[in-house]
């Protein structure tokens, strides 16, 4: 019998792990958050993600367990371990994801290049560690942040104070994480894949480009990066993945600093932003690539089909109507693009959908790219 | 909105529109044969397709029809250009894939290369024929023929009897087809998609290798087509696209003989199992490039992504078990390999998968894909 995957969260990660769950002839089915959500297709329940009942009567229907997003309780994920299904990543190692402080903790410990940080939990150690780096720190919140959401950069501790005040009202207590303001070149993505048997696969590592904190664009392999970039950027993903324990898909977002050093920003355990270039850049996409590791199955090739794929994020999308009644004019205007629409109502800033383009000369790639995506966007 | 597409049957063609569908956020329904096809992720409904009712019933629910398969009668197709359905290809078009005594006349009337035929109605008028051709032919039912059946080499008109006398029990009466046994060097097949409005787009042609009369392997380009042969090909395939007023994908089956001609055998006007390499192998897949062509979007590029790729069938499967079963072990040995099941139950002879590899050298990306595939059968 094929394995089944399911997938918690119902949101484009889930969907485009689809197109590789037909391909490959395994089943998948999707705990949606809602009805209508753009992994639909492949939603067998529907439910709240965070109610351990839903969680447990959608576990017995697959193989193993993975998901879109990582904000599953702990507990719900641990209930589902010691219940003997698999869970991958486990919560061992997703606890690192959802925890940016202890996250840090552990990669120091693993003796990782990471920024200087510190645990704070008031303005006082805040103002402490702002004084010793040049009076600039980033500051975020241990759980709930992603695309630049729980992130601030500041220059005084007073402005933590509300952020201290809301810690204050929660009942669990806790600490904020502030982080040196990284004088970077540049911000790079590493991705690896592996296997709850150990086996792993790294792409190349790829230059990521935010706007207004959010991914905007992918140059994979990023520029530049032959020969000790990506032996460091692959060698630090690496000693990740083994020393957290994950499995499937892991982004590491690093920074290139300006004095040469490969730093960790952020980690993702699950395919990535970052990682969707390698649906047409790579012979194994991400997510068939999560699909092989999550089932146990020996990964694909993680190589590049073509010299150059520059990967561009539909931010936002028509001021009217949806992505796909612009076809007519991106398709005829640039018939190489790969257009991708996560079938979402465009909204300003919203990720609806990329567009990806392959070929020999990075120029000629990124200006298709960013072009057939701007048509889009407006 | 996003167009949504209707597809009627429910085969592996019409799963393999499923991937693009998602990656376009296309809407995709399939109105399969039986509950369990190898479609039945996008089944939305299921009925039988000679049946007026339930086609008419599945047409409002979709923006514009195509087809799995060519065996629609055309009453049902008339009916439906009737009530102002987009179909794609009409009727008038499929007539030709239908009928292959109307095929031929309408080739030969196009002035188009095709093997000496005729239509011949009984014994005595089929013998004349093969004495004329060295005394042998390829006698060929007009109507219900794919992979091999309905297709006889004979060498003396009283081999043809049976199916004589089935004609003449047939109300409808009829001909045979009989074409000379042409003596050739290899097959080709040649892909072009086009759009109602008439643009069209051509793939490489592509060298197709049969098995006991079921394509095994398909090697892309034709090894030695560069020049000539590829602009022969590409115009025999736009003029049949053209002259029968062809829309979506269209499979022309070409015979290079050992005399240098270039002779056209069957048509297929839908997505064709010459073109599954074009999954990994070209910008724009068959898949994808139907779901355009039968929504009258601009075509995509329909370029080589390598500069080899070859197709190999998983024809018939493992003796027990399904394909999915052997995924550790031809996963491990070739991670190049990009596998496709249909997830169809393994039956002697039947095609449930395939495997493409891309790249460089056409000899260790044939030997890499015939392996991979030979694990799968046995």
Redesign the interface.
Known sequence: ???TIGVIGGGQLA??M??PS?????GLHVLAETEGMSAQ??ATDVGDYRDAATVLAFAPTVDAITFDHEHVPQPILRELVARGYQVHPGPDALLYAQDKILMREKLTELGLPVPDWAKVANQDDLQTFLDAHNGKGVLKTARGGYDGKGVRIISDAAEAADWFAALAEDANGGHLLVEELVDFRRELAQLIARRPSGQSAAWPVVETVQKNGVCAEVLAPAPGSEGRIAEVAADIAQRVADGLGVTGVLAVELFETSDDRILINELAMRPHNSGHWT?EGS??SQFEQHL?AVAD?????A?L??PHTVMINVLGGPAEG????L??EV??QY??A??????KLPRPGRKI?HVTV?GEHIDDVAYQARAAASLFDR
Chains 1, 2 share one sequence.
């Open positions: 019998m094929p394995q969907r485009m689809i197109p037909v391909n490959l002839g395994l297709l492949a649906i012979v194994t092989r199955l020996p990964l694909g090739s190589a089909r073509s949806v992505m796909e009644d076809y007519p398709f005829a018939p190489e790969k257009v991708h629409s996560y079938s959908g392959t």
